[in-house]
């Protein structure tokens, strides 16, 4: 078992109550948990308390953790929270001394004396953090994790990961200025680094290992008092921030991190309505804008491909295609994405009136696309695909009964309704796009005509739950000299992956 992932062995308890795999994992963590817990609480007897508390939690919630749960940044997040409820009870904090630390500047030659000042303050300096960035930094330099090793576990680029544990130590540098502290961030590295995490004592693992093996039901009653007061802290905490996910755990996708802050910032929008809507769409000011939803139904999406594109709680694979200009059946997702809903709006003209002397500028897409990289750290690429098609071409009688549009510029196409297709001033595109559409198989014009056509088709369909695809078969033989062949052939396909 010393080889399995966290994860592994968690599931390995859940499932079997494995003695073995739940001793590894305290062997494993006993230390960083510890070590926080003593410098949260400031001495032995409560740190010992609070790391044993936190394993009975893992205990209990150890079947409802997520398969991406990164457990060193749930144990971390679990010991504050845990640590949090033992002082808010025994109010034992170390206020004086930590003050009399702040008075003096710290000598960055000794990390042993800049270790001694700087300890009392790290968690809360610490708790300032975003929760991704505080697990970044876990596992730099409270398990020594190298750059490349932090990335892979967090699944970003290394170069991100970089630029965001020099981020976070900036932070820290200006929480220790503030209070009187002089260090810089490479000291403040360094330190925490070499002493952030020491040893448990020896007897605590094997202790610990009996008692949170039982859900704690062997455990004293100060620990269950205190294992019950974080959990209703932790839950509470959640409900505040509106966090879907447990205190701890990480919301990690790709690159994506939502953050509590997120949620609270995340007001309604003017654009935000229960259904997208082009007369709000045109009437907008301009903005690039993805925001978790607030609707419980799908509000659908409308997109102008020379002006923008608005949706109402959309999965990212929706927004994506909106950004790209690709449909569901021409997109490949390399990557899992977040499985959430999302309103998005990405428009950079001023606000106009429908069809009326409306500015066009096709920069949204970029805009969106770049958007969607930042937030969620995936990008598209076209790439050629082999893959299963259909081939719309004139059958043995010959394609027939398209009259070449002389309808006034900027013809639409009238609306589908059930059996009744017309067209008016409209490419042949048009017509495989809704046969793409109502087949569900990427469709190809090898008709050879090029002019843009009126046209129409009628077949029995009185419901479009209920479609009659011979129907629309027929009826593009008899009526237009077309025919659906199926083939399989390479096509351009939107490749949607993690950002390199």
């Known amino acids: 078992m010393p080889d399995a992932q966290d994860m592994d062995l968690v599931r390995e308890f859940a499932r079997h109550n494995s003695e073995a795999a739940f001793t ?130 967090l699944g970003i680029r290394e170069g991100a990961a970089h630029m965001r544990v020099t981020r976070a130590i900036e932070k820290l540098r200006k929480f220790f200025t503030k209070r009187g502290v002089t260090i810089s961030g490479e000291a403040i590295a360094e330190t925490i680094s070499t002493h952030s995490v020491q040893a448990a004592p020896v007897a605590l693992a094997k202790t610990i290992s009996a008692v949170a093996i039982t859900k704690g039901a062997a455990a004293g009653g100060s620990t269950l008092a205190l294992v019950k007061g974080a959990l209703k802290l932790m839950a509470w905490t959640k409900a505040k921030t509106a966090v879907v996910l447990g205190v701890g755990l990480l919301l990690a996708v790709g690159t994506t991190t939502v953050t509590v802050k997120e949620f609270q910032e995340h007001k309604t929008y003017p654009w935000e309505v229960p259904q997208a809507d082009f007369s709000v769409f045109y009437k907008m000011q301009p ?82 696309q770049k958007e969607i990289s930042r937030r969620f750290g995936v990008v598209g690429r076209m790439e050629s695909r082999e893959t299963d098609v259909m081939i719309l071409k004139p059958s043995s009688k010959g394609a027939r009964a398209f009259k070449v549009s002389h309808q006034m510029p900027n013809g639409l196409a009238g ?86």
């Open 415 to 500: 609306k589908p309704t059930p059996g009744n297709y017309s067209f008016f001033m409209q490419p042949v595109s048009s017509l495989t796009s809704l046969l793409e559409n109502r087949f569900q198989i990427p469709t190809l014009d090898r008709t050879g005509l090029t002019e843009k056509y009126d046209y129409s088709l009628k077949w029995d369909e009185p419901d479009f739950r209920q479609p009659n695809l011979e129907g629309l078969k027929q009826a593009l033989n008899d009526q237009l000299g077309l025919e659906l062949v199926p083939s399989r052939e390479p096509i351009e396909m939107l490749v949607v992956e993690k950002a390199k």
């Open 24 to 153: 590894e994992l305290v062997r494993r963590h006993i230390a960083l948990v510890y070590s926080v817990a003593r410098r949260c609480t400031g001495n032995d007897s409560d740190a010992q308390d609070v790391t044993q508390a936190v394993f009975i939690i893992l205990a209990r919630k150890a079947a409802g953790l997520r398969e991406r749960t990164l457990l060193p940044g749930w144990l971390y997040e679990t010991t504050r929270f845990t640590a949090a409820r033992l002082l808010r009870t025994n109010v034992r904090r170390q206020q004086r001394e930590q003050e009399a630390y702040m008075q003096s500047t710290l000598n960055e030659s000794d990390t042993a004396d800049v270790w001694e000042k700087l300890s009392p303050h790290l968690e809360d300096a610490m708790s300032k953090l975003a929760e991704r960035d505080r697990a970044l930094l876990v596992l730099r330099f409270y398990q020594n994790k190298s750059g490349p090793e932090a990335a892979a576990l």
């Open 287 to 368: 903005a690039i804008k993805i925001v978790p939803t607030k609707f419980a139904k799908d509000g659908g999406w409308c997109c102008d491909s020379g002006r923008g594109a608005m949706g109402i709680a959309q999965p990212l694979q929706t927004v994506i295609q909106a950004a790209y200009q690709t449909d569901k059946l021409r997109t490949v997702v390399a990557d899992d994405l977040p499985a959430g809903r999302y309103d998005f709006f990405a428009k950079l003209v001023p606000p106009q009136e429908p069809h009326k002397n409306m500015p066009a500028d096709t920069n949204w897409a970029g805009a969106l």
